[in-house]
């Protein structure tokens, strides 16, 4: 079979950080070429980057850590373009000057386009990841506050699970999400109901992974796939206070009305008022279906 008969899967995917919105259009491989696919287990990392940093220095660690992503996948990541390899990811990463707060304060815009390229299939997997400065007054500089919402994206967080699905697993966009977010929630410690600003009075390492587990339970009301419906709503009995408030959010997004019955319990007895009102408000924007004869 010669590459030039192979049509390459693409999942093209743009997320922005305000509304997490995303477009993503794939095309699905044969299994002839999934089978060419199933042998392919070393990547090599091709990263580009460009800032607006003085000296043209970044506090991004892009490369180090989409290695550690993509082994964590299974894959195994040569160092030298030299070395034998299956897979190829090429990564453009760009921070841009962004929008001007004071006479020296400045934002930073993120671009990071990620492509996973096979030597015959062309390419497999397209990501176009951005993030910008939102809140100056936070007390957290704009630059460090745009690279944490790079690094805590759940689709550069999760981008060996996005590699693996296109080789491998054959998963789509909500699966890859649901999948990585229920292992990362499974290695959570136990904690009683958090406060609001939780995150202040967190050590260094555990902050990240709370904030992709927030962000990926946004993301899956943004794509409004039913799939992710059963999820989120066990989630609503969740002892973080946050993920209920957000799951319930996410199936308000969905019109998951199939989830009525336990959003109706929260809007009655969560121990929170907010979120028991967002509840609330869910609930009368939920289309009422007919019930079934």
Request: hydrophobic share 40%; glycine share 6%.
């Amino acid at each position: 079979m010669s590459g030039a008969s192979l049509l390459p899967c693409l999942l093209v995917i743009g997320l922005l950080w305000g509304s997490l919105s995303a477009s993503a259009g794939e095309r699905t491989l044969t299994d002839a070429e999934y089978e060419l696919l199933r042998h392919a287990k070393t990547i090599y990392v091709d990263v580009a980057f460009s800032t607006w940093m003085p000296r043209g220095k970044t506090l991004a660690d892009v490369a180090p850590s989409l290695r550690t992503n993509l082994a964590s996948a299974g894959f195994t990541v040569v160092r030298k373009s030299t070395d034998s390899h299956d897979l190829t990811v090429k990564v453009d990463y760009r921070e841009e000057r962004g929008k001007q707060y004071k006479i020296d304060m400045y934002g930073t815009d993120i671009t990071c386009l990620i492509r996973l390229e096979h030597p015959e299939l062309g390419s497999l997997l397209d990501m176009t990841i951005r993030e910008s400065s939102a809140n100056p007054e936070s007390g957290t500089p704009p630059y460090l506050e745009t690279l944490e919402r790079f690094q805590t994206n759940p689709y550069f967080y999760f981008v060996g699970d996005f590699v693996k699905a296109r080789v491998a697993t054959r998963l789509n966009q909500t699966e890859v999400l649901l999948q990585s977010l229920q292992r990362l929630m499974q290695n959570e410690p136990a904690r009683g109901d958090q406060p609001e600003n939780v995150h202040a009075f967190l050590p260094g390492d555990m902050i990240y992974p709370l904030m992709v587990r927030d962000n990926t339970i946004q993301e899956l009301g943004r794509l409004k796939d039913r799939l992710a419906v059963p999820f989120l709503t066990t989630l609503l009995g969740h002892n973080d206070r946050q993920v209920r408030l957000l799951s319930v959010h996410a199936l308000g997004a969905i019109q998951a009305d199939e989830a009525r019955p336990a959003i109706e319990r929260v809007a009655q007895q969560d121990g929170d008022r907010e979120v028991r009102q967002a509840a609330a408000a869910v609930l009368a924007s939920l289309p009422h279906t007919s019930p079934t004869p």
